[in-house]
């Protein structure tokens, strides 16, 4: 008996597994609207398998999940503004099906996402809109005097929609976060004269890595800023930084441009631009390697001045500004940083950055930033290059307080002031400079 038992209960434990893949459930049905795009996601009890086809006449998208039953409402989606004019399902012996009436053309596709800390399994269908059959043309504004352009910042808040990036305490959310302080920064920036902001996205939904680079250089942006918030498995991390393309990262992507240059539209040089397709190998490499080069260069130089500035108000993770292959830093031709504001699984982070004084803090810092870095070296025909040239610069003293690292030729340099203009404007005889001293730090 004891034997029969034992051969029942192991016969029972094999098909645990088996049952509980059988019968899932969509427990929820969650859309994200995108100027460009609209994402639904089914949230479901389990993993399951599913098609995704069209049909014309009329158009409609058609997802079948197997052996999976809908418990959740289809209403109240907030789909007015989307290509889907009615979303219906039926159940059927082999599982559910959903059919999405469409009101405009679209590309669907359709992925699964495997649990995450706030999520369990998904299946995600995009419906991407197809682009009208108009001519467009690349209109750059320009500011008045001496009829030149403004400098053009995108200004990238990570993540949105689906992806809510890092989840601080009290359920803090980094998209919530970065959203904040880029629409700050996209106010400073839009006030000063010369220059204009562009931000990736407008709202809360998922934009792709490529696609925020792709917005900028159809945007002929002359700078590409990326905001985040850090995260940490332990709680005691803490420091904001700055960061740059490697040199590992810049090689990838240069492999990827060279591979894919005679089939792409993609073109280097901004304002102005040149294509790859009909260079040979060698003339193509070159060009990509110098375009990349200034691109890192510049991105360093602005990136510097930024770590200052913030070292000035902020913990920071490191002393120097920091190096790694983020795909958003991967614009061979556009200056391009990362700014990650603070851990926001740090409680005493989090607490500030959920602040609007303190997202302002940090707006205002990667603002100065921008504008000393191109006052110091202003893109060609520019307002700001032909302000320079005539000497209206508008900005008085600025000041700025010691950290520790600092030194008084790394301070000049950050701030595109040479060390004798440093010191006659503080009357330093020398050049020992104390943590918490502040210093005035002149129009350049």
């Known amino acids: ?96 099906r959903v059919v999405l009436d469409l009101k405009d053309k679209v590309r669907p596709k359709s992925f699964d996402l495997a649990p995450n800390d706030q999520y369990g399994h998904r299946l995600v269908v995009d419906l991407a809109m197809q682009a009208k059959a108009t001519v467009t043309k690349t209109v750059v504004p320009v500011p008045g005097e001496g009829g030149k352009r403004d400098i053009v910042v995108m200004i990238d808040a990570g993540h949105g929609g689906e992806d809510p990036g890092a989840i601080g305490p009290g359920g803090v959310r980094e998209k919530d976060v970065v959203m904040a302080i880029a629409r700050k920064l996209k106010s400073m920036v839009d006030a000063k004269k010369g220059y204009r902001a562009v931000l990736t996205r407008t709202g809360d939904y998922y934009i792709s890595l ?75 490499s070159v060009l990509l390697d110098m375009s990349m080069n200034a691109s890192r260069k510049d991105s360093h130089q602005v990136a510097s001045r930024i770590h200052g500035n913030m070292a000035s108000f902020a913990r920071m993770h490191k002393k120097h500004v920091e190096q790694a292959g983020f795909v958003v830093l991967k614009s061979p031709d556009i200056p391009s940083i990362l700014v990650e504001t603070g851990f926001i699984s740090n409680p005493g982070e989090a607490r500030k950055l959920k602040t609007s004084s303190y997202q302002k803090q940090m707006a205002e810092a990667i603002f100065r930033g921008i504008t000393d870095h191109f006052w110091s070296k202003p893109p060609a025909a520019t307002y700001v290059a032909w302000q320079k040239q005539n000497g209206k610069r508008d900005a008085g003293p600025r000041l700025y307080k010691v950290v520790s690292g600092d030194t008084l030729s790394v301070i000049a340099q950050r701030n595109g002031v040479s060390l004798k203009q440093l010191r006659r404007a503080n009357k330093l005889s020398n050049d020992r400079i104390r943590v918490g001293q502040v210093l005035r730090i002149p129009a350049g």
Not at 66 to 91: F, N, Q, V
Not at 230 to 257: N, P
Request: charged share 30%.
């Open 1 to 96: 008996m004891t034997k029969l038992l034992r051969a029942f209960t192991v016969l029972m434990l094999l098909c645990v597994p088996v049952l509980s893949l059988a019968g899932q459930e969509v427990r929820n049905v969650r859309a994200w609207l995108a100027p460009d795009n609209t994402r639904l996601v089914f949230d479901l009890s389990g993993p399951v398998e599913h098609k995704l086809f069209t049909l014309n006449g009329p158009d409609r998208v058609v997802i079948d999940i197997d052996d999976t039953r809908l418990k959740a409402s289809l209403k109240g989606l907030g789909l007015e503004k989307s290509p889907i004019g009615d979303i219906r399902y039926s159940h059927r012996d082999e599982g559910l």
């Open 210 to 284: 490529r696609g925020r680079t792709s917005k900028a250089r159809k945007s002929n942006a002359d700078l590409f800023v990326s905001i985040h918030a850090d995260a940490f498995k332990d709680a005691r991390a803490r420091g904001a930084s700055v960061w740059v393309l490697s040199g590992r990262g810049a090689t990838s992507e240069m492999g990827r441009w060279l591979a894919r240059r005679e089939n792409s539209t993609d073109l280097i040089g901004g304002v102005g631009s040149l294509s790859l397709d009909d260079k040979d190998d060698v003339l193509a």
